[in-house]
C-alpha cells in the first residue's frame, strides 16, 4: 500500500494528488520541443543511417573541437526512437516525459517516506520547490533522465543503510547508462561520494547520543565497525572511476567533462545565479523558505540524525550559483525534509492543523485537484509542440523557413541563431551545414559561441563572423538587433531575401538561384 500503515488515508490521499496535479500543471506550460533534443536526434539519426559512430562533428561548418564528446548521445537514441521510429512522432516525447515525471514522483515520494516523513508534509513541502526544479522538466530535456537516476540511485543508498548490497548490480548498470546520457551523472558521483563520506563519520565522529567525538577517529573500535560494516564502498567507488571509461570515447570523455564543468556560460540564462535569472523574486523566496526550514530541523534535531545534509547543503550553494541546479536541490531537498521536520515542533503543529481541519483540508485539495487537472488538460500535455510564430519568444524554431529550403533542395553553409541551429540540421541535414547549435562546448571551439553573439546583438564586430567563415545563408530571428543593421550595412549588398516568414528572415548568396515563387 503506498501510504503504508498511516491511518487517515483518505486527507493523505487528497492531499498527494492535490500537489501531484498541482506540479504537473506547474511544469505543463513546458510542452515547446527543447533546442537541444534536436541536435541530439540529428545525431543519433546519423548513426541509424551511417551504422557508425560519429567522432567528429559532422553538422557545423565553423570551428569545431576533436573529438566531439556528445555527453547526450544516448538520450538522443532514445527520443529518436521515440519521435521518429514510433507512430507518436514528436508527440512521444511528451509521453515519454510524463511516464518519466510520474516516475520521479513515485520515487520522490517512496525516498520521503522511507526517510520517515509524514505523508502530510510530503504534500506541504513540496510546492516549496516547484519554482526552483520546474527547469528539469522541459519537453524533453536529458536532465530529467538525471533527475529520474537521482532518485532510483537515492532510493538504492536507502537499500544499503538496511543492510542489502545487491543494489550495487543494478546500480552499475544504470551508472553506466546514465553517463552515456547525461553529464548530470556527475551529480550522481557527488551525491555517492558525500553519502559515503558521511556515513563513515557518523561511525568515526559522532557517539551513540549523537554528539560530537573526534577522538572515536583514532579509536581502533571505531574503524573496525566502519570497515566492517561499509567496506562495500571501496568496490562502490572502484567502479565509479572504472565506469567512467564505458562510453564511445572511453578515457577521452574525462578530460572534455573538466573542461565542461569549468567553463563559464554568461549569456545562457539558466546558468545565472537566482537573483539574475526567470522570476527571481519567487525562485529566492523559495530557495529562503528552504533554506530556513534547513536551518530550523538543523538548530532542532542532532546533525546525525539528519542523514543528507551534507549534499543537500552542497546542493543548495549549487542551486543559488546557478537555476539549472535548482532541479537537483529540489530533488535533494524535497527527498529528505519531509523526513527531518516530520518529529519536530513544527511538524507535528502542521500534522495536527491538518488533522483538525480535516473536512476543510480535504476539499481545497480537492478544488486544487479539479482546477489545476483542468488546467493541465486544457494545455495538453501529451503533445509536443514546436513554436514557429512568435519572433520575441525565447524558444522559436524556423519551421517555414526549413519547408522552403526542403522544397528548393537547397545546399550550403548556414550562419543560425544558437536555439535554431539543432533544428536546422534535423531537418536540413546533410544539405544544410550549421554555424553553431545548442551543443556549445561539446562541438565548438572557444570563440564561435561569442561572434555568434556579437552578431546577432549588432554589438561592436558583428561583421567578425561573416569575414571568419564562408556561409551561402543567414538566418535571423525578426527580434534580433542585426537585422536592421545588416540590412542597410555594405555587407547586404552581396545577399538577398529569399524567405521571409513571421518569426524569421533567410537571406542567401546573391548568385546563389533560388525561385522567389515560395519566399513568403
Keep these: ?18 500537489v501531484a496535479i498541482g506540479f504537473l500543471a506547474y511544469v505543463v506550460r513546458l510542452s515547446d520541443v527543447t533546442h537541444d533534443a534536436f541536435h541530439e536526434m540529428a545525431l543519433a539519426r546519423v548513426m541509424h543511417t551511417t551504422e557508425q559512430f560519429p567522432r567528429e562533428d559532422v553538422f557545423a561548418f565553423t570551428k569545431t573541437v576533436s573529438p566531439v564528446v556528445h555527453h547526450e548521445w544516448g ?6 526512437w521515440v519521435a521518429e521510429r514510433s507512430f507518436l512522432g514528436l508527440d512521444g516525447m511528451a509521453w515519454l516525459r510524463l511516464v518519466l515525471i510520474a516516475a520521479f514522483v513515485v520515487m520522490l515520494y517512496r525516498l520521503a517516506r522511507n526517510h520517515g516523513a509524514h505523508p502530510y508534509l510530503v504534500a506541504v513541502c513540496a510546492p516549496v520547490v516547484f519554482p526552483l526544479i520546474w527547469v528539469g522538466f522541459g519537453n524533453l530535456r536529458a536532465q530529467l533522465f538525471t533527475l529520474v537516476f537521482l532518485a532510483a540511485q537515492m532510493l538504492m543508498l536507502q537499500s544499503d ?16 547508462a546514465w553517463l552515456n546520457m547525461h553529464a548530470g551523472f556527475v551529480v550522481g558521483i557527488g551525491f555517492m561520494a558525500f553519502t559515503i563520506l558521511e556515513r563513515w563519520l557518523g561511525i568515526l565522529c559522532w557517539d551513540n547520543h549523537g554528539s560530537w567525538a573526534p577522538r572515536r577517529c583514532t579509536s581502533y573500535a571505531a574503524w573496525r565497525t566502519a570497515v566492517v560494516r561499509y567496506r562495500h564502498h571501496g568496490l562502490v567507488l572502484f567502479l565509479m572511476l572504472w565506469g567512467l571509461g564505458f562510453n564511445p570515447w572511453g578515457w577521452e570523455y574525462v578530460p572534455y567533462l573538466w573542461r565542461a564543468i569549468r567553463m563559464p556560460r554568461p549569456t545562457i540564462v539558466e546558468w545565472q545565479p537566482l537573483w539574475a ?73 502542521v500534522i495536527a ?18 482546477v489545476c487537472g483542468a488546467f493541465a488538460w486544457v494545455h495538453t500535455p501529451w ?52 554555424s553553431i547549435d545548442g551543443r556549445y562546448e561539446v562541438a565548438y571551439a572557444d570563440d564561435v559561441l561569442p561572434l555568434h553573439d ?30 536592421e543593421r545588416f540590412i542597410t550595412s555594405e555587407q547586404s549588398a552581396s545577399w538577398r531575401i529569399v524567405h521571409e516568414d513571421e518569426a524569421f528572415v533567410l537571406f542567401a548568396k546573391r548568385q546563389i538561384a533560388v525561385s522567389l515563387n515560395e519566399s513568403h
Aim: proline share 6%.
Design 454 to 483: 556579437r552578431f546577432y546583438s549588432a554589438n561592436e564586430g558583428w561583421q567578425d563572423l561573416l569575414e571568419s567563415y564562408h556561409a551561402d545563408f543567414i538566418l535571423m530571428q525578426r527580434s534580433a538587433p542585426v537585422l
Design 161 to 176: 543503510m538496511r543492510g542489502r548490497r545487491f543494489w550495487i548490480v543494478p546500480w552499475f548498470a544504470m551508472y553506466v
Design 75 to 80: 538520450t538522443g537514441v532514445v527520443l529518436y
Design 277 to 349: 535569472t526567470y522570476q527571481p523574486g519567487i525562485a529566492l523566496l523559495a530557495f529562503a523558505i528552504s533554506v530556513v526550514l534547513m536551518v530550523y530541523v538543523a538548530r532542532t534535531r542532532r546533525w546525525p540524525r539528519l542523514t543528507g545534509w551534507l549534499f543537500c547543503a552542497l546542493a543548495a550553494f549549487m542551486a543559488l550559483k546557478h537555476l539549472r541546479h535548482g532541479s537537483l536541490y529540489g530533488t535533494v531537498w524535497l527527498a529528505l525534509m519531509p523526513g527531518w521536520l516530520t518529529p519536530t515542533p513544527l511538524g507535528r503543529i
Design 1 to 18: 500500500m503506498l501510504l503504508g500503515r498511516f491511518r487517515d488515508n483518505r486527507l493523505a490521499g487528497a492531499l498527494l494528488v492535490a
Design 383 to 434: 503533445q509536443s509542440t514546436v513554436p514557429s510564430r512568435d519572433p520575441n519568444a525565447a524558444l522559436v524554431y524556423p519551421v517555414d523557413a526549413c519547408t522552403f529550403i526542403e522544397r528548393q533542395h537547397l545546399s550550403g553553409n548556414m550562419i543560425t541563431p544558437f536555439a535554431s541551429g539543432g533544428y536546422v540540421s534535423w531537418r536540413c541535414f546533410p544539405n544544410i551545414r550549421v
Design 353 to 370: 492543523k491538518l488533522q483538525s481541519t480535516r473536512r476543510m483540508a480535504i476539499a481545497t485539495a480537492m478544488m486544487v485537484t479539479v
